[in-house]
């Protein structure tokens, strides 16, 4: 369950920026990580200042990052942004050498975020040990 408050904001905090191409132009999402590396706020930049792309990009990384820091589900955010398609499908090359394509600024954030839920996965994952023989 969602907290009822807003964790407020440290002074500082990490983050790790991403870029994707879209029809748009590049996006730039940014993820802060609070302490325990997990995504705290979301910041992004698509088109010029003052356009509609800039402006709904900014409100939707606004929205994303009070849905953090309320305490929502990391992967419910995800079902809610993925998916989301109001640009032509745009390939990005990932550094793992996939092609995903966007298809719109919810999808895009829906991708970067999932990456960490990927990350979270594998960290709680427990090491298998194998017996000597």
């Known amino acids: 369950m969602a907290a009822t408050t807003t964790r407020p904001r440290p002074r500082s905090l990490p983050s790790v920026t991403t870029k994707l191409a879209t029809e748009l132009g590049n996006l730039y999402v940014t993820v802060c990580l609070d302490d325990d590396g997990q995504p705290f706020e979301v910041f992004g930049s698509l088109g010029k200042a003052g356009s ?7 409100l939707a990384c606004r929205l994303v990052s009070l849905h953090l820091r309320r305490g929502t589900p990391l992967d419910e955010i995800v079902d809610q942004c993925q998916g989301i398609s109001e640009m032509q499908p745009w ?23 999932r990456g960490h839920l990927e990350t979270q996965a594998e960290v709680k994952e427990p ?5 000597a023989d």
């Open 91 to 113: 390939p990005n090359v990932m550094e793992d050498g996939s092609t995903v394509y966007v298809r719109g600024l919810g999808d895009a954030i829906a991708l970067i975020l």
């Open 52 to 58: 509609l792309q800039h402006g709904v990009t900014e």
């Open 127 to 131: 090491e298998l040990k194998l017996a």
